[in-house]
Nanobody, 129 residues
C-alpha cells in the first residue's frame, strides 16, 4: 500500500511560480513511475506530466510544456512539480499518482490516469489574474 501526500499549493499571481511536493510512503518508491494530474472545477482530471523511475526522463502535456518541470529525489521518496509562468487556466487541484508495476516510462500509457495505482488527496493551486 502506497500513501501519497501532496503539499505546496496556494494562491499565486499570473506569471508566478510554485513548487509542489509529493511524499510517498509504503511500497518501493524507486519502482514507481510518478505522474501529476490536475482537475479544474467542472472539468475532468487531466494529465500534467510524468517522470521515470530513475528521474532521467519526463514528459508533459502540451499545455504546460516549457513552463513546468518534474523531478524526484528517490532518497527522500519525493517527487516535485515546479510550475513557472503560471496562468489563470492552471488553477486546479493537483494530484500526484504512482504507477507501481516497476516499468519504464511510456508516453502512450502514463498519460492515462487509469494506469496509476495510487493517488494523493490533492493540493489546490489558484492563479489570480
Amino acid at each position: 500500500q502506497v500513501q501519497l501526500v501532496e503539499s505546496g499549493g496556494g494562491l499565486v499571481q499570473t506569471g508566478g511560480s510554485l513548487r509542489l511536493s509529493c511524499v510517498a510512503s509504503g511500497g518501493t518508491f524507486i519502482r514507481n513511475v510518478m505522474g501529476w494530474f490536475r482537475q479544474a472545477p467542472g472539468k475532468e482530471r487531466e494529465f500534467v506530466g510524468a517522470i521515470s523511475r530513475s528521474g532521467d526522463s519526463t514528459y508533459f502535456a502540451d499545455s504546460v510544456k516549457g513552463r513546468f518541470t518534474i523531478s524526484r529525489d528517490n532518497a527522500k521518496n519525493t517527487v516535485y512539480l515546479q510550475m513557472n509562468t503560471l496562468k489563470p487556466e492552471d488553477t486546479a487541484v493537483y494530484y500526484c499518482a504512482a504507477e507501481t508495476s516497476n516499468t519504464y516510462l511510456n508516453r502512450s500509457r502514463h498519460g492515462n490516469e487509469n494506469e496509476y495505482d495510487y493517488w494523493g488527496q490533492g493540493t489546490q493551486v489558484t492563479v489570480s489574474s
